[in-house]
Every structure is written in structure tokens, then in C-alpha cells.
């Protein structure tokens, strides 16, 4: 079965600041991997999508994440935080085996002033 | 376009009684559905899929339960609300396989 792991429950970051999140994934067979935000008290937003296409994919608000297969990861970046970046993001995996999104624990993160 | 109606927003309900949240897709048809649990610190748990009508999923034994009476209606459920029960619980539609889903806004349940 698939899963996501991802690093750290919470992340601060610096206004202005790159952000890193981390996503690994564990699939048996090539994986479609998403990323998306949550606003308090609201449902989740896509941020962005892997389909097998290109590696490098760029979202929604300046993030990108990149699919590295020898690492098993698809960790999320944005070069310069703002304020407005302060939410909770989840990695999600999914096959074209299988009817089931898988979501991780997800990471807060906090923007710094 | 595709919408997605999850109601109530929020519901203050007493151990024991029953519960009903009702969740519709509009725009699309043959829909796979999804209820989600998110409680802290456990990130989204997937409750239940439906990828057609009368055809349910279920991941986690426990006290609740799922139907889908008709193509873009998915309905969560239980007869006895316990307080674990207690969560922010998300219905999402998705495309089929390697598609990503789309959420409701969430109903916020406090079993009391």
C-alpha cells in the first residue's frame, strides 16, 4: 500500500525566507503525488500535482516541488515567504492501482515577521 | 464547473445520539467520493470511498458509516456518536484514478 511521511509537524520560516517542506513517499508502483493547503477551518486547497510528466512542477502562490524517484521525494519550496503562506500543508499520494488518496500528517508552518 | 456542498458547518452533538452529514457534487457525474477525518496531530484519515453508487470502502473499523444513495450524493454516519468521534470531517470528489481530489469545506463535529 501507499504512503507519505512527511518531515516535521511544524515548520518557521522568516518572511522573505525560502521555504522547504518535506514529503517521502512509499509506493510500489509509480506514484501520483500531490500537495495541497489548509486554511483554518476550511477544506484543502491543490496546490500542485505530479502526473508522471515533467519532475519539476510549479503550483499555485510561487511554489514548485520536484519529483526525485532515487529519493522517494517530492518535497514542496517557495523561494521567498510571505505572511500570507502561514497554513497547514499536506503531501498526498495516490496510483493508478488504487481508488484511495493517501494524505500525510501535514505541516504547519509558521512565517516570522 | 464542478462544486461540492458539505453541510452542516459545524454541529455540537451529545454522546450517544446519531449523526448525519450529507455531502453533493454537482457538475460532474459517476464521481469517486471520499470522507476524510482530520483530528490534531493525525493529519487526514481516510474514513470511506465510494467509486459508485452503493459501492463503499471502508479503511478504519469504528463507529461509523457511509452510503451513497445516488451517483453524487455521499452520506457519513452512525448510530451512536462516542466521543472519539469528535473531529473536523471532510467529504472530497475526485476524477477517476491518478486525478487529485476536490474538498468540501468541512463540518466541524464536537460529540459532548
Known amino acids: 500500500a501507499q504512503s507519505v511521511t512527511q518531515l516535521g509537524s511544524h515548520v518557521s520560516v522568516s518572511e522573505g525566507a525560502l521555504v522547504l517542506l518535506r514529503c517521502n513517499y512509499s509506493?510500489?508502483?509509480?506514484?501520483?503525488l500531490f500537495w495541497y493547503v489548509q486554511y483554518p477551518n476550511q477544506g484543502l486547497q491543490l496546490l500542485l500535482k505530479?502526473?508522471?510528466?515533467?519532475?519539476l512542477v510549479k503550483g499555485i502562490n510561487g511554489f514548485e516541488a520536484e519529483f526525485k524517484k532515487s529519493e522517494t521525494s517530492f518535497h514542496l519550496t517557495k523561494p521567498s515567504a510571505h505572511m500570507s503562506d502561514a497554513a497547514e500543508y499536506f503531501c498526498?499520494?495516490?496510483?493508478?492501482?488504487?481508488?484511495?488518496?493517501?494524505f500525510g500528517k501535514g505541516t504547519r508552518l509558521h512565517i516570522l515577521p | 464547473s464542478q462544486t461540492i456542498h458539505q453541510w452542516p458547518a459545524t454541529l455540537v452533538q451529545p454522546v450517544g445520539s446519531p449523526l448525519s452529514l450529507e455531502c453533493t457534487v454537482e457538475?460532474?457525474?459517476?464521481?469517486?467520493l471520499y470522507w476524510y477525518r482530520q483530528a490534531a496531530g493525525r493529519g487526514l484519515q481516510l474514513l470511506f470511498y465510494s467509486v459508485g453508487i452503493g459501492q463503499i470502502s471502508s479503511e478504519v473499523p469504528q463507529n461509523l458509516s457511509a452510503s451513497r444513495p445516488q451517483d453524487r450524493q455521499f452520506i457519513l454516519s452512525s448510530k451512536k456518536l462516542l466521543l472519539s468521534d469528535s473531529g473536523f470531517y471532510l467529504c472530497?470528489?475526485?476524477?477517476?484514478?491518478?486525478?487529485?481530489?476536490?474538498f468540501g469545506q468541512g463540518t466541524r463535529l464536537t460529540v459532548v
Open positions: 472530497a470528489w475526485g476524477g477517476q484514478r491518478n486525478t487529485e481530489a476536490f
Open positions: 498526498a499520494v495516490t496510483t493508478n492501482r488504487d481508488d484511495k488518496i493517501i
Open positions: 509506493s510500489s508502483v509509480p506514484p501520483y
Open positions: 457538475g460532474t457525474s459517476n464521481p469517486n
Open positions: 505530479y502526473t508522471s510528466a515533467a519532475t
